[in-house]
């Protein structure tokens, strides 16, 4: 690939996002991720990452994430991955800094026809918090649908992709559809061991959430490096 390929890509990318904030007035944020597997064979892989979150037009820094966890492949449509998450975020105008404890499971299933990928993750969360004000516990469910297609473009093998994910809490008073993420993006292999994943998403929230304290609409650009060790 070259430079100017990869240019255009981002160019693309972010003249999306901007027309996207631009046509609905809504903020920009943006989400920068980093992560790193390791192969510890017989199908189990262990797997690090973190995402840092930023919004009110990326001028304000609200949420860190920290995951830790192990996948296990257990056949060609099937893999587990329990994980752990720890999440510190606080809210539009606060200086206070809340903590989230969040125990996950990932169950994926995927399947190739024609040479596309589909990936239906489900993830359930468990998630406690500290320092919340009250916040009470809750399960939540997730599901995410993604696919992937055939088409690798250039030396770095850039591959689309587009998916969408639902959330909705499994109890409490809010267990009606919550949020729901949409996404375009590319993944491009920079080195055998080295990934990097840009994207636009579009964020739809029925509910309050860390940051807001209304349902809301969010443009969001993010960029992920991923490594292999």
Request: glycine letters at 6%.
């Amino acid at each position: 690939m070259s430079s100017k390929t990869l240019n255009t890509t981002l160019a693309a990318l972010l003249l999306s996002g901007l027309a996207a904030v631009h046509a609905d007035k809504q903020d920009l944020q943006a989400r920068m991720g980093f992560g790193g597997q390791h192969d510890l064979g017989n199908g189990f892989r262990f797997d690090i990452a973190t995402e840092q979150r930023a919004f009110n037009s990326l001028r304000t820094y609200y949420q860190a994430e920290y995951d830790v966890g192990v996948n296990y492949k257990v056949n060609d449509w099937l893999a587990v991955a329990p994980l752990m998450r720890l999440g510190h975020s606080r809210k539009a105008g606060s200086k206070e800094w809340n903590q989230e404890y969040r125990p996950m499971l990932n169950v994926t299933l995927s399947q190739k026809l024609a040479g596309w990928t589909f990936e239906d993750r489900n993830r359930f969360e468990f998630r406690h918090y500290d320092n919340a004000a009250g916040k009470p516990d809750v399960w939540r469910y997730r599901n995410r649908l993604k696919v992937t297609s055939p088409w690798k473009f250039t030396s770095l093998n850039i591959n689309p992709y587009a998916s969408v994910e639902l959330m909705q809490d499994m109890e409490g008073s809010n267990t009606a559809l919550q949020s729901y993420e949409a996404a375009i993006g590319v993944n491009a292999k920079i080195t055998d061991a080295t990934s990097l994943e840009l994207y636009y998403m579009a964020e739809f929230k029925e509910t309050a959430d860390t940051y807001n304290n209304a349902p809301h609409t969010a443009n969001i650009l993010g960029a992920s490096i991923k490594v292999k060790f």
